[in-house]
């Protein structure tokens, strides 16, 4: 049987960064590292809320990404 323990989370938001000279819209990225396992849709959302209204770039999307480590 397997076992996953926690090993690391981060924050990727992709920000609306204009568009270019063929009309594409072009995307930036910010990852934000070290957020907890327990941090939920709601308390990452605003968090990241705070976090881009320091900005000018709108937020397109907001991504939880989470690695684990798995033992046999």
């Not at 959302?45 to 900005?55: K, S």
């Amino acid at each position: 049987m397997a076992v996953g323990e926690f090993k690391s989370a981060s924050i990727r938001c992709t920000l609306d960064n204009g568009v270019d000279s063929e009309g594409k819209t072009v995307k930036k990225v910010k990852a934000y590292h070290n957020v907890t396992e327990a941090a939920g849709a709601n308390e990452i959302l605003a968090a990241v809320t705070v976090l881009t209204g320091f900005g000018t770039k709108p937020l397109m999307f907001l991504e939880k990404q989470t690695a684990q480590n798995i033992y046999a």
